[in-house]
Protein backbone atom coordinates (compact mmCIF):
# COMPACT_ATOMS: atom_id res chain seq x y z
CA UNK A 1 0.00 0.00 0.00
CA UNK A 2 1.29 3.37 -1.12
CA UNK A 3 0.01 5.47 2.12
CA UNK A 4 -0.69 4.47 4.72
CA UNK A 5 0.79 1.40 5.58
CA UNK A 6 -1.84 0.32 7.53
CA UNK A 7 -4.93 1.62 6.96
CA UNK A 8 -6.42 4.01 9.75
CA UNK A 9 -9.83 5.08 10.60
CA UNK A 10 -9.68 8.92 12.67
CA UNK A 11 -12.52 9.79 15.15
CA UNK A 12 -12.88 13.59 14.10
CA UNK A 13 -16.28 13.70 16.13
CA UNK A 14 -18.08 11.62 18.44
CA UNK A 15 -20.81 13.71 19.74
CA UNK A 16 -24.25 13.64 18.36
CA UNK A 17 -26.89 16.47 18.35
CA UNK A 18 -24.68 19.25 19.76
CA UNK A 19 -20.82 20.02 19.64
CA UNK A 20 -19.20 20.59 22.85
CA UNK A 21 -15.75 21.92 23.39
CA UNK A 22 -14.55 18.19 23.87
CA UNK A 23 -16.72 16.63 20.98
CA UNK A 24 -17.39 17.57 18.06
CA UNK A 25 -20.41 16.08 16.67
CA UNK A 26 -20.71 12.95 14.13
CA UNK A 27 -17.52 12.64 11.46
CA UNK A 28 -15.20 9.87 10.98
CA UNK A 29 -11.69 9.76 8.69
CA UNK A 30 -10.66 6.50 6.76
CA UNK A 31 -7.29 6.45 5.41
CA UNK A 32 -6.08 3.38 2.89
CA UNK A 33 -3.87 3.05 0.24
CA UNK A 34 -3.91 7.15 -1.41
CA UNK A 35 -7.48 7.45 -0.87
CA UNK A 36 -9.21 8.79 2.17
CA UNK A 37 -12.76 7.84 2.36
CA UNK A 38 -14.67 10.70 5.10
CA UNK A 39 -18.00 9.56 6.67
CA UNK A 40 -21.03 12.08 7.67
CA UNK A 41 -19.53 16.03 7.53
CA UNK A 42 -20.71 16.85 11.26
CA UNK A 43 -18.68 19.53 12.65
CA UNK A 44 -15.89 17.07 13.66
CA UNK A 45 -15.03 17.65 9.65
CA UNK A 46 -13.48 20.57 10.91
CA UNK A 47 -10.17 19.00 12.37
CA UNK A 48 -8.96 17.92 8.49
CA UNK A 49 -7.43 21.84 8.94
CA UNK A 50 -5.01 19.77 11.80
CA UNK A 51 -1.74 17.86 10.96
CA UNK A 52 -1.65 15.18 10.56
CA UNK A 53 -4.95 15.07 9.04
CA UNK A 54 -4.49 17.72 6.70
CA UNK A 55 -1.13 16.19 5.49
CA UNK A 56 -3.42 12.96 4.54
CA UNK A 57 -6.02 14.74 2.46
CA UNK A 58 -3.50 16.78 0.35
CA UNK A 59 -1.35 13.25 -0.46
CA UNK A 60 -4.97 11.41 -1.39
CA UNK A 61 -5.52 11.53 -4.64
CA UNK A 62 -9.29 10.13 -3.96
CA UNK A 63 -11.35 11.87 -1.72
CA UNK A 64 -15.14 10.51 -0.67
CA UNK A 65 -17.29 11.86 1.54
CA UNK A 66 -20.24 9.37 2.71
CA UNK A 67 -24.00 10.82 4.46
CA UNK A 68 -25.43 8.40 6.73
CA UNK A 69 -28.42 11.11 6.60
CA UNK A 70 -29.27 14.67 6.23
CA UNK A 71 -29.89 15.43 9.78
CA UNK A 72 -27.94 18.80 10.51
CA UNK A 73 -25.47 17.29 13.07
CA UNK A 74 -24.19 15.36 10.54
CA UNK A 75 -23.93 17.43 7.34
CA UNK A 76 -22.93 20.85 8.91
CA UNK A 77 -19.79 20.25 7.88
CA UNK A 78 -20.89 20.32 3.94
CA UNK A 79 -20.09 24.51 4.86
CA UNK A 80 -16.74 23.56 5.13
CA UNK A 81 -15.67 21.77 1.77
CA UNK A 82 -14.45 24.28 0.23
CA UNK A 83 -12.15 25.48 2.68
CA UNK A 84 -10.95 21.99 3.32
CA UNK A 85 -10.52 20.88 -0.40
CA UNK A 86 -10.20 23.70 -2.34
CA UNK A 87 -12.11 23.09 -6.22
CA UNK A 88 -10.42 19.72 -5.87
CA UNK A 89 -12.25 16.34 -7.23
CA UNK A 90 -14.51 15.19 -4.58
CA UNK A 91 -17.55 12.71 -4.63
CA UNK A 92 -20.19 13.02 -2.02
CA UNK A 93 -21.68 10.07 -1.93
CA UNK A 94 -25.32 9.67 -0.37
CA UNK A 95 -28.46 7.21 -0.19
CA UNK A 96 -30.39 6.67 -3.23
CA UNK A 97 -34.30 7.52 -2.74
CA UNK A 98 -35.24 3.89 -2.33
CA UNK A 99 -33.21 3.57 0.70
CA UNK A 100 -34.51 6.93 2.57
CA UNK A 101 -37.24 8.58 0.17
CA UNK A 102 -35.26 11.38 -0.27
CA UNK A 103 -34.80 12.38 -3.69
CA UNK A 104 -31.19 13.75 -5.33
CA UNK A 105 -32.72 17.38 -5.40
CA UNK A 106 -33.84 17.46 -1.64
CA UNK A 107 -30.67 16.21 0.09
CA UNK A 108 -27.17 17.67 -0.39
CA UNK A 109 -28.22 20.43 -2.91
CA UNK A 110 -30.75 21.73 -1.51
CA UNK A 111 -28.84 22.09 2.20
CA UNK A 112 -25.85 23.78 -0.27
CA UNK A 113 -27.29 26.85 -1.62
CA UNK A 114 -28.22 30.04 -1.66
CA UNK A 115 -28.92 31.97 0.98
CA UNK A 116 -27.45 29.14 3.05
CA UNK A 117 -24.48 29.27 1.37
CA UNK A 118 -22.84 31.32 -0.97
CA UNK A 119 -21.94 29.22 -3.50
CA UNK A 120 -24.23 26.27 -4.37
CA UNK A 121 -22.87 22.95 -4.60
CA UNK A 122 -23.59 21.93 -8.26
CA UNK A 123 -21.67 25.46 -8.95
CA UNK A 124 -18.49 24.38 -6.84
CA UNK A 125 -16.08 23.40 -10.17
CA UNK A 126 -15.19 19.18 -8.86
CA UNK A 127 -18.00 18.23 -6.76
CA UNK A 128 -19.99 15.32 -7.77
CA UNK A 129 -23.14 13.61 -6.13
CA UNK A 130 -23.14 9.90 -6.57
CA UNK A 131 -26.39 7.47 -5.38
CA UNK A 132 -25.54 4.60 -3.23
CA UNK A 133 -28.01 1.43 -3.43
CA UNK A 134 -28.61 -0.99 -0.79
CA UNK A 135 -25.71 -3.72 -1.24
CA UNK A 136 -22.48 -3.88 -1.97
CA UNK A 137 -21.04 -0.73 -3.56
CA UNK A 138 -17.41 -0.25 -5.32
CA UNK A 139 -15.70 2.61 -4.65
CA UNK A 140 -12.15 3.69 -5.42
CA UNK A 141 -12.12 -0.04 -5.63
CA UNK A 142 -13.18 -0.51 -1.86
CA UNK A 143 -16.56 -2.20 -1.38
CA UNK A 144 -18.76 -0.01 0.66
CA UNK A 145 -22.02 -2.07 1.86
CA UNK A 146 -25.41 -0.02 2.85
CA UNK A 147 -28.01 -0.85 4.55
CA UNK A 148 -31.14 1.17 5.34
CA UNK A 149 -31.71 1.67 9.39
CA UNK A 150 -34.67 2.52 11.63
CA UNK A 151 -34.59 6.13 12.64
CA UNK A 152 -36.64 9.24 11.83
CA UNK A 153 -35.84 10.24 8.12
CA UNK A 154 -34.46 7.21 7.25
CA UNK A 155 -30.26 6.92 8.15
CA UNK A 156 -27.98 4.24 6.99
CA UNK A 157 -24.81 2.33 7.93
CA UNK A 158 -21.75 1.38 6.78
CA UNK A 159 -19.75 -1.44 6.20
CA UNK A 160 -16.19 -1.10 4.51
CA UNK A 161 -14.89 -4.24 3.34
CA UNK A 162 -14.27 -6.23 6.70
CA UNK A 163 -12.62 -3.69 8.67
CA UNK A 164 -15.44 -1.71 10.65
CA UNK A 165 -18.75 -1.46 10.03
CA UNK A 166 -20.49 2.23 11.18
CA UNK A 167 -23.90 2.25 12.68
CA UNK A 168 -25.30 5.60 14.02
CA UNK A 169 -28.79 7.33 14.30
CA UNK A 170 -30.91 4.57 14.62
CA UNK A 171 -33.02 2.20 17.14
CA UNK A 172 -31.23 -1.08 18.39
CA UNK A 173 -31.83 -3.75 15.64
CA UNK A 174 -30.67 -7.12 15.15
CA UNK A 175 -30.13 -7.23 11.84
CA UNK A 176 -27.07 -4.32 12.64
CA UNK A 177 -25.17 -7.79 14.27
CA UNK A 178 -25.98 -9.56 10.74
CA UNK A 179 -24.03 -6.68 9.14
CA UNK A 180 -21.60 -6.01 11.09
CA UNK A 181 -20.59 -10.21 11.33
CA UNK A 182 -17.28 -10.38 10.24
CA UNK A 183 -16.06 -6.82 10.79
CA UNK A 184 -12.94 -6.41 12.91
CA UNK A 185 -14.28 -2.97 14.15
CA UNK A 186 -18.10 -1.80 14.97
CA UNK A 187 -18.97 1.77 15.91
CA UNK A 188 -22.00 2.01 17.02
CA UNK A 189 -24.69 4.71 18.29
CA UNK A 190 -24.48 4.88 22.26
CA UNK A 191 -27.42 8.12 23.46
CA UNK A 192 -28.32 6.51 27.09
CA UNK A 193 -26.50 3.72 29.23
CA UNK A 194 -29.25 1.38 28.96
CA UNK A 195 -29.21 1.43 32.82
CA UNK A 196 -32.36 3.71 33.39
CA UNK A 197 -34.79 0.87 31.96
CA UNK A 198 -34.43 0.09 35.43
CA UNK A 199 -35.37 3.19 36.75
CA UNK A 200 -38.56 4.51 37.30
CA UNK A 201 -37.93 8.36 37.29
CA UNK A 202 -36.18 7.84 33.40
CA UNK A 203 -38.96 5.96 31.79
CA UNK A 204 -39.55 9.22 29.48
CA UNK A 205 -35.82 8.98 28.79
CA UNK A 206 -36.01 5.71 27.91
CA UNK A 207 -39.11 5.95 25.86
CA UNK A 208 -37.98 8.72 23.98
CA UNK A 209 -34.39 7.55 23.53
CA UNK A 210 -35.99 4.35 22.10
CA UNK A 211 -37.93 5.55 19.26
CA UNK A 212 -34.79 6.74 17.56
CA UNK A 213 -31.67 5.87 19.07
CA UNK A 214 -30.06 2.82 21.24
CA UNK A 215 -28.74 2.41 24.51
CA UNK A 216 -24.97 2.02 25.25
CA UNK A 217 -25.92 -2.07 26.57
CA UNK A 218 -27.87 -2.41 23.06
CA UNK A 219 -25.02 -2.08 20.76
CA UNK A 220 -22.58 -3.73 23.52
CA UNK A 221 -25.23 -6.78 22.80
CA UNK A 222 -24.98 -6.28 19.12
CA UNK A 223 -21.13 -6.42 19.07
CA UNK A 224 -21.23 -9.87 20.82
CA UNK A 225 -23.74 -11.28 18.74
CA UNK A 226 -21.89 -10.27 15.67
CA UNK A 227 -18.27 -10.98 17.09
CA UNK A 228 -16.92 -8.38 16.01
CA UNK A 229 -13.14 -7.07 17.89
CA UNK A 230 -14.13 -4.17 19.51
CA UNK A 231 -16.82 -1.98 19.92
CA UNK A 232 -16.39 1.89 19.66
CA UNK A 233 -19.38 3.67 21.09
CA UNK A 234 -20.29 6.92 19.24
CA UNK A 235 -23.10 9.56 18.29
CA UNK A 236 -23.03 10.77 22.57
CA UNK A 237 -25.66 12.21 24.39
CA UNK A 238 -24.17 15.98 24.43
CA UNK A 239 -26.59 16.66 27.46
CA UNK A 240 -24.84 14.08 29.43
CA UNK A 241 -20.89 14.39 30.22
CA UNK A 242 -17.39 12.78 30.13
CA UNK A 243 -18.38 10.64 33.48
CA UNK A 244 -21.50 9.78 32.33
CA UNK A 245 -19.85 8.24 29.43
CA UNK A 246 -17.12 6.57 31.83
CA UNK A 247 -20.16 4.93 33.67
CA UNK A 248 -21.49 4.37 30.27
CA UNK A 249 -18.46 2.09 29.02
CA UNK A 250 -17.91 0.11 32.44
CA UNK A 251 -21.61 -0.51 32.04
CA UNK A 252 -21.32 -1.95 28.12
CA UNK A 253 -18.09 -3.91 29.26
CA UNK A 254 -20.28 -6.36 31.64
CA UNK A 255 -21.63 -7.06 28.34
CA UNK A 256 -19.08 -6.73 25.73
CA UNK A 257 -15.28 -6.11 27.76
CA UNK A 258 -13.89 -5.17 24.09
CA UNK A 259 -16.02 -1.88 24.28
CA UNK A 260 -14.31 1.79 24.63
CA UNK A 261 -16.08 5.72 24.36
CA UNK A 262 -13.68 6.96 21.94
CA UNK A 263 -12.21 10.55 22.31
CA UNK A 264 -11.78 12.97 19.34
CA UNK A 265 -8.82 12.42 16.87
CA UNK A 266 -8.26 8.72 18.44
CA UNK A 267 -6.66 6.86 15.74
CA UNK A 268 -7.77 2.90 14.93
CA UNK A 269 -5.70 0.95 12.30
CA UNK A 270 -6.21 -2.16 11.12
CA UNK A 271 -4.27 -5.18 10.06
CA UNK A 272 -4.92 -6.62 6.66
Same mark, same amino acid.
Given at each position: ?A??E?PR?? @? ?7 P ?8 L?FE????L?L?D ?15 A??R?T ?15 G???LS???G?RP ?9 L????V???V??LV ?13 G???Q??TA??N?V ?10 R? !???SV???V????? @?V?DT?? *? ?10 Q ?5 AW? *?G ?9 E ?5 Y ?6 R???A ?7 D ?9 L @???D ?6 R??Q??? !?A??? !? ?6 GF?T
Amino acid at each position: MAYPETPRLT @FLGTQGWIPTPRRSTTSLAFEIEDVLFLFDAGTGLARMLQEPLAGAARRATELHLFLTHYHLDHSAGLAYLSGLFGERPLTVHIPGPELNGVGVPDGVPALVRRPFHPVAFADHAGYSLQTLTAGDNRVAGITVRVRPQRH !PDTSVGYRVEDLFT @FVTDTVA *DPASADFARGSQVLLHEAWI *DGAEEAEPAHQELVRNTYRSHTSARQAAAIAAEAGVDELYLIHLNPL @FGEDYYAAMQRSAQTIF !PATTV !PSDLLVRGFRT
